[in-house]
Nanobody, 115 residues
Framework: QVQLVESGGELVQPGGSLRLSCAAS????????MGWYRQAPGKQRELVAT???????NYADSMKGRFTISRDNAKNTVYLQMNDLKAEDTAVYYC?????????WGQGTQVTVSS
């Protein structure tokens, strides 16, 4: 059974930084893409960033320059470094992976940016 274990979400002040982690386990298929989406209250889930096995990244325009996605293929783990956080970054952040079989989603981790 595939599991995505997310961690790192918490309450942070505006301008602060957080690092989210997501470790994937239980799949026998190659993980092609790993990524993060987020969903703020009352809004649709939106792309944050994705990264391929080869390290090619894709960011939502509003995250470029502040967020950095990376992954450790040996550990099947993806990270999201978030800097200069703003109140509008408050959301549940979801990890997702795309394998050669199908995609999977984590349960989400809450990030709250507030003073």
């Amino acid at each position: 059974q595939v599991q995505l274990v997310e961690s790192g979400g918490e309450l942070v002040q505006p301008g602060g930084s957080l690092r989210l982690s997501c470790a994937a386990s239980g799949t026998n298929f190659n993980i092609l893409i790993m990524g993060w989406y987020r969903q703020a209250p009352g809004k649709q889930r939106e792309l944050v960033a994705t990264i391929t096995t080869g390290g090619r990244t894709n960011y939502a325009d509003s995250m470029k320059g502040r967020f950095t996605i990376s992954r450790d293929n040996a550990k099947n783990t993806v990270y999201l470094q978030m800097n200069d956080l703003k109140a509008e970054d408050t959301a549940v952040y979801y990890c997702t992976i795309l394998t050669t079989l199908r995609s999977y989603w984590g349960q989400g981790t809450q990030v709250t940016v507030s003073s």
